[in-house]
């Protein structure tokens, strides 16, 4: 018999649904995504349980500098509850906090939560294991990181492992997420546009293993592309750009890959289908926010799967 935890659960903040309108609902659990823009005017959140997952360039339009920036993301942890902390990434391991609750995770070692180091790896709770990595649904070794922050942010608030681990085996993830669109002439075709940030891209290009036709650009708040130069290189056959930032990007990779411009999604697609060979990707995954072109990223990816549904219907 499968478990399951029988909690009633309201999610949202920059997930779409705003924090304060969740009181409306009869929740036990309150579940928030939150910015740092929302961050930065938060003062008294004392959350349960909350985690950082990384801090990568982003925001550095607003924010001065990276250090100015983690700065902000810890004010989540104000308060007295768990503290969930990826110690994959330097800038999240520094936060540790004197005085309280820490569960940590990682891809990388053995931790709180973390993966093995083997072929046919499990995601482990200290010596336990709980679930194979092959069984998420979801691809990617940043999609393994967000399930053991998600199994350690549940077990800080008493939620069952068994019960969680049943979940991500069926969770499909969310829209504009590493959302597989279609596929077309041996081509797949996936939308990553909440992806607006470098860090978010080269975590969904790492999980490919075959090439990659890249989508990105819009407006890069300030970060400096050249940091995508290591990935595209590793992971993309060509990159299509398009808004306000195109010529960052192309300055930054087009020594390693072809480059192409497109004044719109219709045309990127266009151009991607040009290029994709059977057996490889085209993933919208910008590395950049979207308001130069459209009302937000949801509307961006939802511009991306229309087109490629056009292509579809060809």
């Known amino acids: 018999m499968r478990q399951i935890s029988r909690v009633k659960t ?12 969740l009181l409306q ?30 801090v990568t360039p982003d925001h550095l339009d607003r924010h001065d500098g990276m250090a100015a920036y983690a700065e902000e993301k810890q004010r989540i942890f104000r308060g007295d509850g768990a503290v969930v ?13 004197p005085g309280r609750r820490h569960l940590r995770f990682s891809i990388q070692k053995p931790a709180d939560f973390y993966l093995e180091n083997k072929p046919d790896a499990s995601l482990m709770f200290e010596d336990q294991a709980l679930m194979l990595a092959s069984e998420l649904p979801l691809e990617g070794s940043h999609n393994i990181a967000n399930a053991l922050a998600a ?11 068994a019960a969680m681990c049943n979940a991500l ?24 546009s909440k992806a607006t940030n470098i860090g978010a891209t080269v975590a969904a290009l790492q999980g490919y293993q075959h090439k990659v036709v890249l989508l990105a650009g819009g407006d890069a708040k300030g970060a400096d592309m050249a940091e995508l130069a290591p990935i595209v290189q590793a992971k993309c056959q060509s990159v299509v750009v398009m808004g ?3 010529d960052l ?15 719109n999604m219709r045309e990127a697609v266009a151009i991607a ?10 993933l919208l995954s910008p590395a950049c926010a979207s308001l130069d072109q459209y009302k937000s990223y949801a509307d961006r990816g939802n511009k991306f799967s229309e087109a490629v549904m056009e292509l579809l219907a060809c």
């Open 10 to 21: 309201a999610i949202g903040g920059n997930l779409g649904t705003p924090a304060l309108n």
């Open 25 to 54: 609902q009869d929740a036990e659990l309150y579940v928030l995504e939150l910015s740092s823009f929302q961050l930065e005017r938060t003062s008294a959140l004392n959350a349960a349980a909350s985690t950082v997952l990384n």
């Open 85 to 97: 902390l990826n110690v994959d990434d330097e800038w999240v391991a520094a936060m540790a906090l």
């Open 151 to 161: 199994l350690a942010l549940g077990y800080a608030v008493g939620l069952d492992l």
């Open 169 to 192: 085996k069926t969770f499909k993830g969310l829209p504009h997420r590493m959302q597989k669109v279609a596929q077309i002439k041996g081509v797949t075709w996936v939308n990553d």
């Open 244 to 246: 306000k930032d195109a």
């Open 249 to 263: 990007i192309s300055h930054a990779v087009e020594s390693y890959v072809p480059v192409f411009y497109a004044n």
């Open 273 to 282: 289908a040009q290029q994709a060979q059977t057996g490889e990707t085209v």
